[in-house]
């Protein structure tokens, strides 16, 4: 149990155009959605906290207008990373918990993002 | 502000012995919980072990185990009888209660086995 997927899971897109990254848990209604960031060989990093029906919390230095959340169900999150540029080639997890999965998030396969 | 700390970049052992991935951690918060992930190459993160701040015992799973030593602010992952499977980025995470749920990573330690 507890699965968390992600679409697409890798992507190449051009400088200046949009992408979409989506987050689903499988088999659980997730309250809590949480977007990482992760460059080659460094950590993750938190970029936003997402609870359902309501606005996400950005970390300090993440830009809200690029990277847009939107966290519409129990079982979807969406990060949107607009006006790409080859900065933000990076491989995106997300990860998703329940009210009761108190220790633990389960996170989703990543999404790797290539800007050229 | 809470901060963990790996200090091995990188690690190797031979197949079937034991190793031990260190990692400290800074945080006032008396509630708080440490865990440990396994990332393969394919990027997937893998979760390892689980332990509360105010649990009495190290926390075990299978040939995991969690050497928690408080007043030290350790919590060294121990991967018993390496098995070649085992080679993956392994990153320490701390969850504290005040934090609305948010896990802080450190940096990783890329662990080899060799046979």
């Known amino acids: 149990g507890a699965v968390v997927s992600q679409h697409p899971s890798w992507v190449i897109c051009k400088s200046g155009t949009s992408v979409k990254i989506e987050c689903r848990s499988l088999?659980?209604?997730?309250?809590?959605m949480f977007w990482y960031r992760q460059f080659p060989k460094q950590s993750l990093m938190l970029m936003a906290t997402?609870?359902?029906?309501?606005?996400?919390?950005?970390e300090q230095g993440v830009e809200k207008d690029k990277f847009l959340i939107n966290h519409a169900s129990l079982t979807l999150s969406t990060l949107t990373v607009t006006s790409a540029h080859p900065e933000d080639s990076s491989f995106y997890i997300c990860?998703?918990?329940?009210?009761?999965?108190?220790?633990?998030?389960?996170f989703g396969p990543g999404t790797r993002l290539t800007v050229l | 502000a809470q901060k963990i700390t790996q200090t091995q970049p990188g690690m190797f052992v031979q197949e079937k012995e034991a190793v031990t991935l260190d990692c400290t951690y800074d945080?006032?918060?008396?509630?708080?919980?440490l865990f440990w992930y396994k990332q393969p190459s394919s990027g997937e993160m893998i979760f390892l072990i689980y332990q509360g701040s105010y649990d009495q015992q190290n926390a075990t799973e299978g040939r995991y185990s969690l050497n928690f030593q408080k007043a030290r602010k350790s919590a060294n992952l121990v991967i018993s009888a390496s098995q070649l499977g085992d080679s993956a980025m392994y990153f320490c995470a701390m969850r504290v209660t005040g934090g609305g749920n948010k896990l802080t990573f450190g940096t990783g330690t890329q662990l080899k086995v060799e046979l």
């Open positions: 945080t006032s918060d008396p509630s708080y919980g």
């Open positions: 088999d659980f209604q997730a309250t809590t």
């Open positions: 997402s609870n359902e029906g309501s606005k996400a919390t950005y």
């Open positions: 990860s998703a918990r329940f009210a009761s999965s108190y220790n633990e998030q389960f």
